[in-house]
Nanobody, 114 residues
């Protein structure tokens, strides 16, 4: 299983970015796809995840601003990030969990300037 993330970049506060992560290989269902982030000097934290059955979960601080979605046919998960804040600056990682085995994509940098 391989994950390829894209979509990071530099944006001003209040702006938007959309992250994408495509999974390839033997993708079994049910599974869970999600996004984590890690800021310098901080622990990696779950931002949002989306099960293959449609259940979503969000970090409290991003609720109402971020939306996770997925295309099961394409094995792709998206993270639409609106109203970005400087504290959202981090490296964002996508993750796919299949039968308790976690696969990680490479990180993509998101930088929000004030």
């Amino acid at each position: 299983v391989q994950l390829q993330a894209s979509g990071g970049g530099l944006v001003q506060a209040g702006g938007s970015l959309r992250l994408s992560c495509a999974a390839s290989g033997s993708i079994l269902s049910p599974n869970l796809m999600g996004w984590y982030r890690q800021a310098p000097g901080k622990r990696r934290e779950l931002v949002a995840d989306h099960s293959s059955s449609g259940i979503t979960n969000y970090l409290n601080s991003v609720k109402g601003r971020f939306t996770i979605s997925r295309d099961n046919a394409k094995n792709t998960v998206y993270l639409q990030m609106n109203s970005l804040k400087p504290e959202d600056t981090a490296v964002y990682y996508c993750q796919l969990t299949i039968r308790s085995v976690a696969y990680w994509g490479q990180g993509t940098q998101v930088t929000v300037s004030s």
